[in-house]
């Protein structure tokens, strides 16, 4: 796949496309998905 392409900044390239932020609870270490967390992502 890669050897016929040029030359390109690996590190700079995403296989799967754009991350997702998620948000944990300190103590439970459980992910925050509600309405006021999405809020503040949007």
């Not at 590190?11 to 998620?22: D, K, L, Y």
């Amino acid at each position: 796949m890669t050897s016929s392409r040029s030359d390109w900044c690996i590190s700079r390239q995403r296989t799967w496309g754009v991350p997702i932020p998620v948000f944990y609870h300190l103590q439970s270490r459980e992910p925050l998905m509600n309405e006021e967390t999405i809020g503040h992502i949007n």
